[in-house]
């Protein structure tokens, strides 16, 4: 299943080596990554898949929640269907 | 590909726009659960419903999380009670109504609907029943929604039934006085009622429908307003165009919800209904369209004309993004749960009047508008039979769930809680009598454009 990571908050050190870090550590594989700086906010999206993945989606998805929360990011990971279903015929 | 843009375009819709799937709604037909004895149907009745929706609130639930759509509600529908319980020997269909209710609470969904009669062109024994028993049933219950079909383009309309339901409708008021009269609020009275319409309190499991459907409502005023004002002076074929856009990205969600449902539930997909369902938070309104069309408020001239776009264009947006659309599909404009109606009818732009002309080009009709409540049965039979007529001529669904509170008079508001919102009460044009005309009873002929063969 392919998934899509959003992150969104103010810039800092090292937000893309903690998100990589938790799904490195659940085998969820990271396919593509796009990020911008807008008005000092940050905004990453990136697909991954977790077909070869142990953890439920909404384990991976409270993980990545309260990291976030933790200094001060929103992180949503959903399943990239809704994107595809919405922008594309 | 889809882009960074995309992505974070969905997820603002649904962060700030309010997006929302309204509702998972299962239909399911109660029809095989008729028995003589009124205890054994009620148990064969609460049987069905949690053995087939034993899973839905969860299904539901894990949709919402892997997605991050919310899915508001879960809710069952199920085939009228004046036919399921036909077979019953007995003078009242409470019983029954109690039984949904558990039901509902053991299942966790927050509305059952189908303690309903469909009586257009007359009544049978159980008809009867079930409408006598509505009052009673209403207030003894939390969970259970009530709907009357009395009128439609092919029987007419039965005038009968109009003069009853304003008594009925009063009855429900009293006897839940001390609720703000809202087992009003769960009381749909209509003219040509989709028998697949998935949002209460009208919903009922239509008697053509498969053993079970899931069917989904979708929603989003909050998304149509947001991308009408980047539109600022643009003319109104830039504003169909654009509404027709964004209706087709928020019902494309909704039948992707709908196939999930269905192949995870393992029951067949019924119907998507394409409706602009407002709350009463702030970002949520269809009024706040109206208005940003550029009225100043809705209710002024030109209002009607703004809904007709609107209903229009979400219909056909919506309609290439679904492989089945149904129920009522259009945009609600019920008064009290819309932020935007509320303030019009507060500032005193909004009339009933004004709202009853607009029933003739919206999705359904009078919606959630709390009257005075020493207004007279018939004045309230008289505000259905004109709804009604608008739907029978008109070929389309119209209703009326208004709330007579008890006590309360033009310049009080009521609070109904949570998504039924708050309504300052509206004024009715009662000092003239509508009572000989609802006396005569009888059937209003079907109308001309009924013979269509």
């Known amino acids: 299943m392919k998934l899509v990571v959003t992150i969104v908050g103010k810039d800092r050190v090292g937000i893309i080596a903690m998100v990589s870090n938790i799904l490195a550590e659940n085998n969820v594989n990271i396919l593509n990554i796009n990020q911008n700086i807008m008005d000092g906010f940050f905004n990453m999206v990136m697909i991954a898949e977790m077909g ?38 | 590909m889809i882009t960074i843009d995309d992505i974070l375009e969905t997820n603002r819709m649904i ?8 509702t998972i709604t299962m239909g399911i037909s109660l029809r095989d659960c008729a028995h003589p004895n009124i205890t054994q149907f009620c148990q064969n009745v609460y049987d069905k419903i949690t053995r087939s929706a034993e899973f839905l609130v969860k299904t539901g639930e894990d949709i919402e999380a892997e997605y991050g759509i919310p899915i508001i509600h879960k809710r069952v529908s199920v085939t009228p009670i004046a036919i399921a319980a036909e077979a019953c020997k007995t003078d009242t269909y409470v019983p029954v109504a109690e039984a949904m209710d558990r039901a509902a609470r053991e ?83 209509f003219s ?37 004002e980047d539109l600022k002076g643009a003319d109104f074929t830039e504003v169909a165009e654009t509404i027709k856009k964004t209706a087709f990205k928020i019902t494309r969600v909704g039948q992707l919800v709908a196939r999930e449902a269905s192949k995870r539930l393992g029951v067949p997909f019924g119907i998507i209904d394409l409706s602009l369902a407002p709350t009463p938070a702030v970002g949520d309104s269809v009024a706040h369209i109206l208005e940003e069309m550029g009225l100043e408020s809705c209710g002024a001239p030109g209002t009607t004309a703004a809904l007709a776009l609107l209903n229009d264009a979400v219909k056909k947006g919506g309609l290439m993004a679904s492989s089945h659309v149904g129920g009522l599909s259009g945009a609600f404009i019920p008064v009290s749960e819309d932020a935007g109606m509320i303030n019009a009818v507060a500032r005193g732009s909004l009339s009933i009047e004004k709202l009853e002309a607009m029933t003739c080009v919206c999705s359904v009709g009078l919606d959630m508008i709390a009257i005075a409540g020493d207004t007279s049965a018939a004045t309230i039979s008289g505000i259905i039979a004109d709804e009604a007529a608008i739907g029978m001529i008109n070929n389309k669904t119209t209703a009326v769930r208004v709330i007579p509170v008890p006590g309360k008079k033009v310049g009080d508001s009521v609070e109904f809680g949570g998504l039924l919102g708050y309504c300052p009460i509206v004024p009715v044009k009662s000092e003239y009598s509508s009572a000989a005309f609802i006396a005569r009873g009888g059937r209003i002929p079907a109308p001309i454009r009924s013979l269509t063969n």
């Open chain 1, 52 to 89: 070869d993945s142990k953890i439920k989606l909404a384990e991976l998805q409270k993980l990545l929640h309260e990291k976030g929360e933790e200094i001060n990011l929103d992180i949503k990971a959903q399943h990239q269907e809704i994107f595809n279903v919405m922008h594309k015929i």
């Open chain 2, 15 to 22: 962060t700030e726009n309010k997006l929302d799937v309204r």
């Open chain 2, 107 to 189: 299942v966790g969904i927050n509305f059952i609907g189908g303690f309903s009669a469909l009586v257009e062109k007359g009544y049978t024994s159980g008809d009867r029943i079930l409408i006598n028993s509505i009052p009673q049933a209403l207030a003894s219950t939390e969970l259970v929604c009530s709907s009357v079909n009395l009128g439609s383009t092919k029987a007419g309309i039965n005038m009968d039934c109009v003069r009853e339901m304003g008594e009925v409708i009063k009855r429900t008021a009293e006897l839940t006085r001390d609720r703000e009269a809202i087992g009003c609020a769960k009381l749909v009275v």
């Open chain 2, 192 to 228: 040509n009622a989709p028998g697949d319409n998935p949002f209460m309190a009208g919903a009922f499991h239509g008697v053509s429908e498969a053993e079970k459907v899931v069917s989904v409502g979708v929603s989003g005023p909050g998304v149509v307003k947001h991308a009408l």
